[in-house]
Each structure stands twice: as C-alpha cells, then as structure tokens.
C-alpha cells in the first residue's frame, strides 16, 4: 500500500489546517490508520489514529480537543483537521498504516507516506 499525504503549510498560531492522505494499492478500509509528527533532532511521536470503527480513535493528550481525526473509505483518505494551532504543534507530519488496533509506538507501523510540513507561527 502507498500513502500521500498532502494538506501541509505555514499558518498563525490559533487558526486551522486539514491535512489528507490518500491510501492506493489496496482499500483503506483494511488497515488502521495514523498521523504521526517529527521535529528535527526528535523521535517521530503519535498524533492520532484510528480504524473502521470509530470508537477506537486514539489521540496524543496534547492534541485531544483540537485535532479531529476521520476517515473516508469509499475514497481511501484519511483525514486530519488541526484547529486552535500552535507553535508547538510545529513539525514533519507523516501518514502510517498498520494492521490491528490503533498503536502509538512508530515501529509497528506497517506503511509509511512522505511527511507535509506544518509550521505554525507566533
């Protein structure tokens, strides 16, 4: 399976992104789904997940509230709305896919897509 995520850009502290990825080669319907986020110098660290069954989103404790995490299977992309930025939340965001429940460490994912930047100002 093959991941793109795109969405990425450069916005003021307090305003909104909405990151996609569009899963090819296979339905996204099959897989967990993921964002994951990375600045330089720091492990890559779990931002949201979540597969066919909505209940089981999981979201990192500093983005629940403001990150919504969905998923469109008729279209295979998932999606990331970011509200209420912050500087903080400035970093490399990257698609992942895996198999199971939704996890937070990054080596068992599966599938990976190129990172988008996200960079939020003061």
């Known amino acids: 399976v093959q991941l793109q995520a795109s969405g990425g850009g450069t916005v003021q502290a307090g305003m909104s992104l909405t990151l996609s990825c569009v899963v090819s080669?296979?339905?996204?319907?099959?897989?967990?789904m993921g964002w994951f986020r990375q600045t330089p110098g720091k492990e890559r660290e779990f931002v949201a997940a979540?597969?066919?069954?909505?209940?089981?989103?999981r979201y990192a404790d500093s983005v629940k509230g403001r990150f919504t995490f969905s998923r469109d299977n008729a279209k295979n992309t998932v999606h990331l709305q970011m509200n209420s930025l912050k500087p903080e939340d400035t970093a490399v965001y990257y698609c992942?896919?895996?198999?199971?429940?939704?996890?937070?460490?990054?080596?068992?994912?599966?599938?990976w897509g190129q990172g988008t930047q996200v960079t939020v100002s003061s």
């Open positions: 992942a896919a895996t198999q199971g429940l939704a996890k937070t460490i990054q080596s068992e994912w599966t599938h």
């Open positions: 080669g296979g339905p996204s319907s099959r897989y967990t």
């Open positions: 979540g597969n066919w069954i909505i209940e089981n989103t």
